[in-house]
C-alpha cells in the first residue's frame, strides 16, 4: 500500500522550477500539487498492479517462489480495491 500511495504521490508533485536561487525560509517546503482525476489515481494503481505481477514472474522463473507469492498477494489486495 505505500509504494503505490507514494506512486499516487508522486504523479501529484509538479516539477519545481529550474532557479539558481536555493528555496530556503518559511513555505520553502510547500510545493504546488497537480489534482488527479480518479481516472488517473486508477490509472496509477492499474500500473502498480501490473509492475507487481511482472516482477512476479520473473521471481518466479528464478525459483524465489517465496517473493513471487508475496507480490501477486500484494497485487490481489490492490485489485481489490478497484
Do not use: C, F, K
Not at 21 to 35: F, K
Amino acid at each position: 500500500m505505500r509504494s503505490t500511495l507514494a506512486a499516487i504521490a508522486n504523479a501529484e508533485a509538479v516539477p519545481a522550477p529550474a532557479t539558481s536561487t536555493p528555496l530556503v525560509g518559511l513555505g520553502a517546503g510547500e510545493a504546488a500539487r497537480r489534482h488527479l482525476s480518479q481516472e488517473d489515481v486508477l490509472q496509477i494503481v492499474r500500473a502498480e498492479i501490473a509492475e507487481r505481477m511482472a516482477v512476479a514472474a520473473e521471481y518466479e522463473r528464478l525459483g524465489r517462489i517465496d517473493a513471487a507469492d508475496r507480490l501477486r498477494a500484494e497485487a490481489a489486495a490492490l485489485e481489490h480495491l478497484l
